[in-house]
């Protein structure tokens, strides 16, 4: 059955195992020189406590703001992003067997109706979960995938 509110506002998570070292794969989230390569295509600056950077799309002519809250080295981020309907996105580091890394992300504070909150869980997932599998292509294997830019190409129609 369904209704017209929620008992409580969504909560995106996504994980991945990265099979390389904790301080490894944070880097490659903090340094845009690295998450460049398989997520947004610049970025003002690193991720660093209290920076405010902006992330663009180029390929789809989208941006969004920024602000860095916590930085646990190696550990742990949390942000603030999209000041227009803001969100806050944690990512945490878990050192595991053998040296891999479990990377888990959390994104809370949905606005909107019921119906825009679940949306925006749903479609953050999606996002994240192909930007999990992007950062472990490339730093399991030096592969760059393409995943975020093919997400939405121009020239398909139904």
């Given at each position: 059955?369904l209704?017209?509110?929620?008992?409580?506002?969504?909560?995106?998570?996504?994980?991945?195992?990265?099979?390389?070292?904790?301080?490894?794969?944070f880097?490659?989230?903090?340094?845009?020189?690295?998450?460049?390569r398989?997520w947004?295509?610049?970025s003002?600056?690193?991720l660093?406590p209290?920076?405010r950077?902006?992330?663009?799309?180029e390929m789809?002519?989208?941006?969004t703001?920024v602000?860095?809250v916590?930085?646990?080295?190696?550990?742990r981020?949390l942000?603030e992003?999209n000041?227009?309907?803001?969100?806050?996105?944690e990512w945490?580091?878990v050192p595991?067997?053998d040296?891999?890394?479990?990377v888990?992300?959390?994104e809370?504070g949905?606005g909107?109706?019921?119906d825009e909150a679940v949306s925006?869980a749903?479609d953050?997932m999606?996002g994240?979960?192909?930007v999990?599998?992007?950062?472990k292509a490339?730093?399991?294997?030096?592969?760059v995938?393409t995943v975020?830019?093919d997400?939405?190409?121009?020239?398909y129609s139904e």
């Amino acid at each position: 059955m369904l209704t017209d509110h929620l008992t409580r506002p969504p909560v995106l998570t996504a994980q991945m195992v990265i099979r390389r070292p904790a301080d490894e794969v944070f880097r490659a989230f903090v340094d845009p020189e690295i998450t460049t390569r398989f997520w947004f295509t610049r970025s003002s600056g690193r991720l660093e406590p209290g920076a405010r950077v902006t992330w663009e799309w180029e390929m789809y002519g989208v941006s969004t703001v920024v602000t860095v809250v916590e930085v646990e080295e190696d550990r742990r981020i949390l942000v603030e992003w999209n000041p227009e309907a803001p969100t806050r996105v944690e990512w945490r580091f878990v050192p595991g067997p053998d040296g891999h890394t479990l990377v888990k992300i959390t994104e809370s504070g949905y606005g909107g109706s019921a119906d825009e909150a679940v949306s925006r869980a749903i479609d953050s997932m999606g996002g994240f979960t192909m930007v999990l599998a992007a950062a472990k292509a490339l730093l399991e294997h030096g592969i760059v995938l393409t995943v975020v830019a093919d997400a939405f190409p121009e020239g398909y129609s139904e």
